[in-house]
Antibody, heavy 121, light 106 residues
């Protein structure tokens, strides 16, 4: 069974840092591009970052550029999101997703359960 | 960045109704548009991808259409399980989502 499990969320003060992890299983992790998508309480979904299977290509949304860093360790089947200089508006559930890309297939074919990040003093 | 705008934000309907949700892109996304259903506390579930392709196991009462900048999701006969929030998603240039449409019981 294809599965993504996030961890690392929690309460952090404004200006603080947090590192999210996502463990993939049931598929060849290195062969898939991955993304982070977040959802603020009561709000819509927001894509925030992409990383290719090899890790060579990375993109960020403007809202997190310069503060967040996406990375992966294919030997550990893991995806990461290092979040620095956190703001109240970063409060959200963060989802790790498997990216299917463009083609005759779903663009996102697996979602993690999400991990809640709360930025508050 | 490509902005996605859904309308309406909230839709009140009854079981058996035919409903349509619209998603407009700030620039062309060709046919790279997906629709998801989300229930409270859960991850989104894919309904439609490539504008009109139904994902495996999704009931045929769901359909999608459109290309370029305007897309629609239609539910032909609303069922009790369909009361949820629906999101559109463009994946032509990176990714971006609409703000969501909540379908509630009238």
């Amino acid at each position: 069974e294809v599965q993504l499990v996030e961890s690392g969320g929690g309460l952090v003060q404004p200006g603080g840092s947090l590192r999210l992890s996502c463990a993939g299983s049931g598929f060849s992790f290195r062969n898939y591009d991955m993304d982070w998508v977040r959802q603020a309480p009561g709000k819509g979904l927001e894509w925030i970052s992409y990383i290719s299977g090899s890790g060579a290509i990375i993109h960020y949304a403007d809202s997190v550029k310069g503060r967040f860093t996406i990375s992966r360790d294919n030997a550990k089947n893991s995806l990461y999101l290092q979040m620095n200089s956190l703001r109240a508006e970063d409060t959200a559930v963060y989802f790790c997703v498997r990216d299917g890309g463009r083609g005759d297939k779903p663009p996102i074919d697996c979602w993690g359960q999400g991990t809640l990040v709360t930025v508050s003093s | 960045d490509i902005q996605m705008t859904q309308s309406p934000s909230t839709l009140s309907a009854s079981v058996g109704d035919r409903i349509t949700i619209t998603c407009r892109a700030s620039q062309s996304v060709s046919g790279w548009l997906a629709w998801y259903q989300q229930k409270p506390g859960k991850a989104p579930k894919l309904l439609i991808y490539k504008a009109s392709s139904l994902d495996s196991g999704v009931p045929s009462r769901f359909s999608g259409s459109g290309s370029g900048t305007e897309f629609t999701l239609t539910i032909s006969s609303l069922q009790p399980d369909d009361f949820a929030t629906y999101h559109c998603h463009q994946y032509n240039t990176y990714s971006s989502f609409g703000q969501g449409t909540k379908v509630e019981i009238k």
